[in-house]
């Protein structure tokens, strides 16, 4: 399974729901970035994205972009062979 990287923060719903929507879909370990507790993660985060807001969600080396993006992606059925494509 691709690695899931997750930029967040604490009190992020949408974060929330992002993490509850991969883990129905199996994955078993997101590494999350807290933007709110390291603030230069949250510039990285810009740099590598282009957006300010959370989540942020990489799987793999694709940025998927934000929950609905997510949401969507999962909706087309492209968000299982993408974890799955190693």
Partial sequence: MNKVLMYSTGIC?????????????GVDAIEKIRVDLEPNRREEMMQKTGRRTVPQIYIGDTHVGGYDDLAALDRAGGLVPLLENQ
């Fill in 13 to 25: 719903p949408y974060c929330v729901m992002a993490e509850r929507l991969l883990t129905q879909r």
